[in-house]
Structure formats: structure tokens, C-alpha cells
């Protein structure tokens, strides 16, 4: 039986409310809408770390940030750790990467850092080596390749001419864009041009309609961006279906983290929010056809494992999230009711987010760039996403009866050992707002888990 192909569409810093399946009104994503209904929608997809380098880590090694080193941007991923181009290729598989890596402590990255692909077409930073319409990777040895056209395009081009060289062999490629993510040196969002203008001033998802931050000046280039990404994956399907590759070819779409634009700690992402963590996930073709809409929290530590399991690879036991294939298959007993989240850049905190809570800390003396993980940490944010789905009103200091801050504190440490981590103390904060009470029907539903 003939292996599938593997391939992973992985933006940057885009949210899931871009789509037209999370009620994006702007037809921005239509190629991913129809993938997501005629495949299998992750509904409710997180990020494990919203910050770039360190979800890049875990997505590679299916291993949480805190356990293979790279907690932080800058630090490069040990060459001595095994990645899905390893367990790809000891599977038969050539393997490619192409656009962006940021796990490299330099550019043009070295071939001891480039993960163990087997094709490389990258760059560490693409957002400091190139421009939205200057496109400059490298490619294995080092040399310094310039693609024609819009980046988005430019990369894709090369990924539809990967597809094709390797169409007689089980592949497995990286497609890694830095769109929607911002250019650094302008602190902007470049859209091709023409794109911009017609999303500027048409639609704000509601939490940035309220808080503001950068967004109204920004949110036309994201969205013009958001929609030539989804231009791109159309034509990527299309060389697919054009080979007839369509059907045994798994295709994952998702992002590194979303973007709340400076609306929350002061820039672009590194939150607990929504608007920080939730990503727009699917996946497409082979065992993923029709799998329909996935409604438990999946975290993407869960993606690597996903992949594995798909493509009949065993899942190391090393790794650190689960297959959603159960999941698809209607087995949903033994599935966490919690996304476990580590926090990095901004602070070292620590979160979970279950169907109706949000509850974060942070730790008080540490510094998120420096350090990895804390002893002790001091709640932060408590959201009820039921009440208030866009995490406006922080409960924190209020009293919430029915034992539900005491339940979400013990369910966050046991997480963090499961993580590895050391269990900490979590100092509760001062309760000086009044009282939340819980419903009957809440109480109910914490008596039956208990």
C-alpha cells in the first residue's frame, strides 16, 4: 500500500476568526473553508506556546518548549534532537523544508541546524533577510537563492515544484510562510498590492473593535495577506488534484500562534487570550477525508503525533501530545478537557483554557527571556469564555463559589508535571471585587467530573 504524502501549510501569527468557518465575514479563507468542511476541522485548535521560535520547537519535535530547550527566540534546537524529518525519513520519506525556521542561531542556517531535512529552501528569520516583494532564502550549503514575485507566492512556487519533483516518492514537506505575520523594520503588515484597501475599514473581529490596539491601522494588510495565503493553498491543492495526488496526500493547515494587536501585554502575541492561542486548524486528504468537525480542545503539541499516526509511523513515546485520530474515529473517553499552555517572552506563565474557563499565572521574579520555568507563580487572568468570549471582564479578583478556581489551580499544576515540569505553588490573589456564583447547572457538571 502506497504511503501518503505529508505536507504542512504553517502560517504565522494568524488568528482563527480570519476564516470564513469561525464567522470571518469577509471571504477571505474559501479554499481552507471547503478543505475544513470536506476534511476534518480542528474546531477548537490552540497553540501550545504563542511565541514564534518556540512553537516552530514543538512542532518539529512534538515535545513542549520547557522540554527540548528552546522556551525563547534565539535558541537553537539541539542537533542532537530528533524532529518529524527523522521519523519521516527513517520511514522512507524525503523531506523538505521550505520558507521560514527560526530555530537557527544564524543565518544562512548550517546544515547541523537545519533540523535534518533533506531539501532545505529557508531562512532562519525571513522576516530580517527579505521583504514582501524581496524574497532571499537559502538553500542547503548556504547560498543565497532570490525567488520572483510576492513572498507568499514566491514560496509556494517552489513547494508546487517540490510537489512535483518528488511525486514518485512518499514525500514529506514544510511549507513555513512568515505571512500573516508582520515585517519587522516597518512594523507592518504588507499585503500584495491592491489587497490592502479592500479589507481596510470593512470588519474587526469584536475584541479588537473594543480594546483597539494597533489594528485599525493594521487589520487591511493582515486580512489581505490572510486572503493571498488562502490563494496559495488553493493553487497548492490545485497541483495536487492537477497529479492526481489529492486523495493520498494528507495536508495540514495551522499557524504558530494568532495576534492580538498590542491590545493585551503591550505587542503582538505572548497571552493566554484567544486572540494569542487560538489558531484555525484542518487537515485534508487520506485518513482526514470527511472526518468532519472536531470539537475537543486540541493543542498543537497534538499535531506531531497526528501526523505519525496518518502516515502509519509508530509515535515515539517521547512525545508529548496524543493523535487526534481517535478522536475522528468517535473514541473520546480518555481526551484531556483541558489545553495545557506555557507562556514565554513577556513573562513565565503558565495556562489553561477548558470548554468554559480560561485561568492563567504568572511567575513574579522571573524573566520570560531568561527563564524557562518557576517555582512559584501568582494568578493572573480567570475568564468564564460562556459569559464573556472575549476575555474582557478578568475575574480574577472576584470570588467564583462551586470550588471552580481551586479545581482549574489543580488541574494547571497537574499539567505541568505531566509536562515535565516541577509542581509549583500558586498563590491565589486577593478577592476584593465581590462575588461570582455559579450556576446550579455548573455546579452539576463539576459534581458529575468529580
Not at 534532537?81 to 522512507?92: M, P, S
Request: proline share 6%; glycine share 8%.
Amino acid at each position: 500500500m502506497k504511503k501518503p504524502n505529508v505536507i504542512v501549510f504553517f502560517t504565522d501569527q494568524q488568528r482563527w476568526d480570519t476564516t470564513g468557518i469561525h464567522g470571518n465575514p469577509l471571504g477571505l479563507t474559501p479554499n481552507f473553508d471547503r478543505m475544513a468542511q470536506e476534511g476534518t476541522h480542528l474546531f477548537n485548535a490552540f497553540t501550545c506556546q504563542p511565541l514564534c521560535g518556540p512553537a516552530r520547537s514543538c512542532m518539529q519535535t512534538g515535545l513542549y518548549a520547557t522540554t527540548s530547550g528552546c522556551f525563547h527566540n534565539g535558541i537553537p534546537l539541539p542537533t542532537e534532537q530528533r524532529t518529524l524529518a527523522h521519523y519521516f525519513r527513517d520511514a522512507g520519506y524525503k523531506t523538505g523544508y521550505i520558507g521560514k525556521w527560526h530555530l537557527a542561531d544564524r543565518e544562512p542556517v548550517p546544515p547541523e541546524q537545519q533540523g535534518g531535512y533533506e531539501y532545505w529552501l529557508g531562512a532562519n528569520a525571513l522576516e530580517n533577510c527579505s521583504d514582501a516583494y524581496d524574497t532571499v532564502v537559502y538553500d542547503n550549503d548556504g547560498n543565497e537563492v532570490s525567488l520572483p514575485g510576492y513572498r507568499v507566492d514566491a514560496l509556494t512556487d517552489a513547494a508546487v515544484r517540490y510537489v512535483d519533483q518528488q511525486r514518485h516518492n512518499p514525500f514529506f514537506l514544510f511549507l513555513s510562510f512568515l505571512e500573516p505575520h508582520q515585517q519587522n523594520h516597518t512594523d507592518s503588515y504588507p499585503a500584495p498590492v491592491g489587497y490592502e484597501e479592500m479589507y481596510t475599514g470593512k470588519w474587526s473581529p469584536p475584541d479588537l473593535a473594543v480594546l483597539g490596539g494597533t489594528s485599525q491601522q493594521q487589520l487591511g494588510g493582515y486580512f489581505g495577506m490572510v486572503k493571498r495565503l488562502d490563494e496559495a493553498l488553493g493553487r497548492l491543492l490545485d497541483a495536487l488534484r492537477s497529479r492526481n495526488m489529492l486523495d493520498d496526500t494528507i495536508l495540514l493547515f495551522t499557524s504558530d500562534h494568532a495576534c492580538h494587536f498590542r491590545t493585551r501585554p503591550g505587542e503582538y502575541k505572548r497571552s493566554c487570550h484567544e486572540s494569542s492561542i487560538r489558531v484555525p486548524t484542518a487537515l485534508s486528504g487520506s485518513v482526514f477525508s470527511g472526518g468532519g468537525r472536531v470539537k475537543q480542545l486540541v493543542s498543537s503539541i497534538d499535531l506531531p503525533p497526528t501526523l505519525l499516526d496518518a502516515a502509519g509511523i509508530e509515535v515515539p513515546k517521547e512525545m508529548q501530545g496524543r493523535s487526534v485520530l481517535p478522536l475522528i474515529r468517535g473514541e473520546k473517553d480518555h481526551w484531556p478537557e483541558e489545553m495545557f499552555v506555557q507562556i514565554s517572552g513577556s513573562q513565565v506563565g503558565r495556562a489553561i483554557r477548558t470548554e468554559r474557563w480560561k485561568y492563567s499565572v504568572k511567575a513574579p521574579d522571573k524573566n520570560g527571556k531568561t527563564d524557562s520555568c518557576s517555582d512559584v507563580y501568582v494568578e493572573e487572568y480567570l475568564y468564564d469564555l460562556h459569559a464573556d468570549p472575549y476575555e474582557l471582564n478578568n475575574l480574577i479578583h472576584r470570588k467564583v463559589s462551586g470550588g471552580v478556581v481551586e479545581d482549574l489551580r489543580d488541574r494547571l499544576i497537574r499539567r505541568m508535571v505531566e509536562a515535565g515540569e516541577s509542581a509549583p505553588v500558586i498563590e491565589p490573589v486577593e478577592k476584593n471585587k465581590g462575588e461570582r456564583v455559579a450556576s446550579v447547572a455548573e455546579k452539576r457538571v463539576k459534581l458529575r467530573r468529580q
